[in-house]
């Protein structure tokens, strides 16, 4: 059974850094799609990063660009992303998605880590 957990939330101040880690059993998921989204309250969840299948290419939303980084260790079979120079507007539940191998689309989904940041 494929399954995402996320972990590393938690309540930051504005400025400060958080490390997600989003770790993946069932298989292996070194060929697949890797994205992490974000849903904030009375909001619709929106795409923050993506790692690609083939050459780890990275793509962000312009919101985050610059500041968080998302990266992958396949002898752990995890997925990260690196946030820095946090600020309230990135507080929401984070969601980290994975592909089939050699594919685009996310077939699986996390249940989620809260990150808060304060003012």
């Known amino acids: 059974q494929v399954q995402l957990i996320e972990s590393g939330g938690g309540l930051v101040q504005a400025g400060g850094s958080l490390r997600l880690s989003c770790a993946a059993s069932g298989r292996s998921f070194s060929n697949s799609a890797m994205g992490w989204f974000r849903q904030a309250p009375g909001k619709e969840r929106e795409f923050v990063a993506r790692?690609?299948?083939?050459?780890?290419?990275?793509y962000y939303a312009d919101s985050v660009k610059g500041r968080f980084t998302i990266s992958r260790d396949n002898t752990k079979n995890t997925v990260y992303l690196q946030m820095n120079s946090l600020k309230p507007e990135d507080t929401a539940v984070y969601y980290c998605a994975a592909s089939n191998p050699f594919r685009d689309e996310y077939n699986y989904w996390g249940r989620g880590t809260q990150v808060t940041v304060s003012s």
């Open positions: 790692l690609s299948w083939n050459r780890d290419n990275t």
